[in-house]
């Protein structure tokens, strides 16, 4: 079994910045792709930001040029550090990655959640 751990979460006001952390213990043999979703209130969730196992990364347009994906794989540690934020970046986040087996294909698992408040 695989735990995610999230931190860094909390209120701010706008234009400031915050880094959410995402840490994954357990029975990890290899991590795939490491991912950032968020779900506002009354919304659905959605998308934020994904990294692959080679580090490359790619943003939602919403938060291009403000988010910064990054992971740790010695650590299997996924970040986010958000700057210039805004109201509308109010949610609570969500991590989510891929675990890779040797034999049993991948699966899925997600993180607890971190709320996020931007004051305006």
């Known amino acids: 079994q695989v735990q995610l751990v999230e931190s860094g979460g909390g209120l701010v006001q706008a234009g400031g910045s915050l880094r959410l952390s995402c840490a994954a213990s357990?029975?990890?043999?290899?991590?795939?792709?490491m991912a950032w979703y968020r779900q506002a209130p009354g919304k659905q969730r959605e998308w934020v930001s994904i990294i692959s196992t080679g580090g490359t990364t790619t943003y939602t347009d919403s938060v291009k040029g403000r988010f910064t994906i990054s992971r740790d794989n010695a650590k299997n540690t996924v970040y986010l550090r958000m700057n210039s934020l805004k109201p509308e970046d109010t949610a609570v986040y969500y991590c989510?990655?891929?675990?890779?087996?040797?034999?049993?294909?991948?699966?899925?698992?997600w993180g607890q959640g971190t709320q996020v408040t931007v004051s305006s």
């Open positions: 989510h990655i891929v675990v890779v087996t040797p034999t049993a294909g991948s699966y899925n698992y």
């Open positions: 357990g029975s990890i043999f290899s991590i795939n792709t």
